[in-house]
């Protein structure tokens, strides 16, 4: 329809003024968590530990990388062939193909939601989410960091478009890049479902687990990388940087104890909740994945911005399968996920770029509505409004930035493991205050996800609910037009 072209025009033209409006780059290298990567194959290369301080040695030689601040590595070991190989280029090059890889990564996401939501694709979609995509906060951050999140949640994307006859090999390889980033890859198993997901996925699990036993064999197995998951996990659980359920708890007063069970009872309803609605075949298997990137947020233990990522798919299953209040309501969950809020007190002279950018995605939903768009589809817009009102606020309370608050005299604490100096880092950059504003900045994302994850409960079941209620046509030797399918064939 002619309105939604426009609408996608004038979102585009709104990314064009947020990129206008961008502030200068933070100091140090591009894409700054690939540093980690790259450091991790060089040091498996040389013999060294890539889960401890020896990647430091690595990290150093990177141009624009300061002194003293070490960024720690924690990926799974079967991904340490792909990080050696990636080292082997100078670090010009690796970030170009790295970033090349990501690219991929994002239109995989993008276009793999969209075919997952079901009906046709054309020209002002593909606008769209381009659009939604830039204004998608955790992509967004994602990206711009490097991070192999981009391409974890793209792999569970695209596993099951690829669970189809002849195609389990691939559906495994799209799982075993899902489980790159291992706390994201645990919603496949809401799609676990079928003849052709269990071997693709028994395949993958085999790959991963002994690619990583061989990979680490002569560092200390997997019992050394299992130590470091949970010194890591320690050293990260209640600082700023984490928007966990936990996190937010003891932020805003709680007593460690308190926050750790409060985070456990959470946990255990949300995945109960889950395991029900995808044990109840209420929902097609596609759908029960959507559901479970969206709840999966609030019982993840260790959740950093970008792995907000993961919400993209159920955002965009809404946005094609919604109508009316239903629509409007999801629009604006997505949006509360859109937003990275805990960037508008880190990086406040960006507030700018952050309204114009909340607009254009949410015009980009407007745009991607799969009925006949009226004044209610353009209400998310006041997310917006919301954005430069907060970010006002948060601008007051600043959220310090690593490594760029790190002291110059900060010095890394001699014989202590890679977790403990990167808590200490944190800790001298002034992240590791709790700071109950940041904390309801940080609850924003998560009450994204639990509203989210309730309207696409229902959204869903009521478009499964439609299509299992269409009549079937009667056979006949003269072909007759097919309906337009709600759910793409698995």
Known sequence: MRSRALVAGLALALLALGFALRPPPTAGPALRDFESYYAAGATWRYHGDPYGRDVWRVERTIPGVGHDELLPFVGPPFGLPLWEMLARLDWGAACVVWGT????????????????????????????????????????????????????????????????????????????????????????LARAGGRRAPIAFAFAAALALGGSTIAIAQRGGLGHYLDVLREHAAAERFIAIQTTVAAVVRALGATPSIAGGIAICVALVTLGALALQVLSRRYAPDDC??????????????????????????????????????????????????????????????????????CAAALGLAALARERLLPFHFLPVLVALAVAAVGTLAAAHPLPTWPVDLSPAFRMPARASAAAVWNAEQIASGIGSLDPRWALLRLFSLAGCASLWAIASVVLLTSRRAQDLQPRSEPSSTPRPQPEAVYPSA
């Open 289 to 358: 994945l959507g559901l479970a990137c969206a709840a999966l947020p609030l019982a993840l233990p260790f959740a950093h911005e970008h792995d907000f990522t993961l919400a993209f798919l159920p955002a965009i299953l809404v946005a094609r399968r919604a109508r009316g209040a239903l629509w409007v309501a999801g629009a604006i969950s997505s949006l509360v996920i859109a937003i990275d809020w805990l960037g508008l007190a880190q990086r406040p002279h960006g507030l700018a770029m952050s309204t114009a950018f909340a």
């Open 101 to 188: 890889l990501l690219g991929f990564g994002l239109a995989a996401l993008a276009f793999g939601s969209l075919r997952l939501a079901g009906g046709t694709i054309d020209l002002t979609d593909a606008v769209a989410i381009l659009v939604f995509c830039a204004g998608f906060g955790p992509l967004t951050s994602g990206m711009a960091l490097g991070q192999v999140a981009i391409l974890s949640c793209a792999g569970i994307v695209v596993t099951p478009l690829l669970l189809g006859p002849r195609l389990v090999f691939a559906a495994a390889a799209s799982t075993l890049v899902a489980l790159l980033q291992p706390n994201l890859a645990i919603a496949l």
